[in-house]
């Protein structure tokens, strides 16, 4: 599956902002799909993810209460919803899709990859 993701963008502190992961080539069907993000200097890390069958989601705590991810089948994408953005969420956002749950939500248990998009929070 090719997945393709938008939406970046520069926002003040306190801001909204959505990406968009779509799927191409595959449809999700029973796929995990998450977003990561990394910040220059620093190691890929988790922020969310949400089964596609079932809809359960997960969030990583510097990010519950402010992001919401979410799906629509009909369009075969997944959304990252991000309010009250701060300056340490300055990232490149990448939105990922397993096959398999690998017992963690560590990037390595995750088979397909988008290209990423930059988030710049200024404060």
């Known amino acids: 599956v090719q997945l393709q993701a938008s939406g970046g963008g520069l926002v003040q502190a306190g801001g909204s902002l959505r990406l968009s992961c779509a799927a191409a080539g595959r449809t999700f069907s029973t796929y995990l799909v998450g977003w990561f993000r990394q910040a220059p200097g620093k190691e890929r890390e988790f922020v969310a993810v949400i089964w596609w069958s079932g809809g359960s989601t997960t969030y990583a705590d510097s990010v519950k209460g402010r992001f919401t991810i979410s799906s629509d089948s009909a369009k075969n994408t997944v959304y990252l919803q991000m309010n009250s953005l701060k300056p340490e969420d300055t990232a490149v956002y990448y939105c990922?899709?397993?096959?398999?749950?690998?017992?963690?939500?560590?990037?390595?248990?995750?088979?397909?990859w988008g290209q990423g998009t930059l988030v710049t929070v200024s404060s």
């Open positions: 990922a899709a397993a096959r398999y749950f690998s017992g963690s939500y560590s990037p390595q248990g995750f088979d397909y």
